[in-house]
Nanobody, 130 residues
Framework: QVQLVESGGTRVQPGESLTLSCSTSNFAVPYFTIAWFRQAPGKEREGVSSIAYTTDTTYYTDDVKGRFTVSTDNARKVVSLQMNSVKPEDTAIYYC???????????????????????WGQGTQVAVSS
């Protein structure tokens, strides 16, 4: 059974940094992409960032570009989201998700389509407030 487990969510003040981790296990085949999504209170879930397994290319939405960085460890089992200069509007539950069905070798806007993702973690809460 594929598992994705997020960790690292916490309460921070505006301008601070934190790192979320997505630990993956039991993939029968390598994933094509992993993405981070978030859902703020009262809002729909939205894509934030993605990374492609084969090329390590990354993609960010304009909201987080320049502040967030997605990366993987050498084994590609842990996908991290470094969040710098956080803002109150970054407050959300953050989910990682894996796509093992549709081949994408580079990350781009299409890799933030929720419909691509067939495995999801349970989420980790990030709260940004002073």
């Amino acid at each position: 059974q594929v598992q994705l487990v997020e960790s690292g969510g916490t309460r921070v003040q505006p301008g601070e940094s934190l790192t979320l981790s997505c630990s993956t296990s039991n993939f029968a085949v390598p994933y094509f992409t992993i993405a981070w999504f978030r859902q703020a209170p009262g809002k729909e879930r939205e894509g934030v960032s993605s990374i492609a397994y084969t090329t390590d290319t990354t993609y960010y939405t304009d909201d987080v570009k320049g502040r967030f960085t997605v990366s993987t460890d050498n084994a590609r089992k842990v996908v991290s989201l470094q969040m710098n200069s956080v803002k109150p509007e970054d407050t959300a539950i953050y989910y990682c998700a894996a796509n093992t069905r549709t081949a994408f070798y580079t990350a781009g806007p299409a890799t933030l389509d929720e419909g691509l993702y067939n495995y999801w973690g349970q989420g980790t809460q990030v709260a940004v407030s002073s």
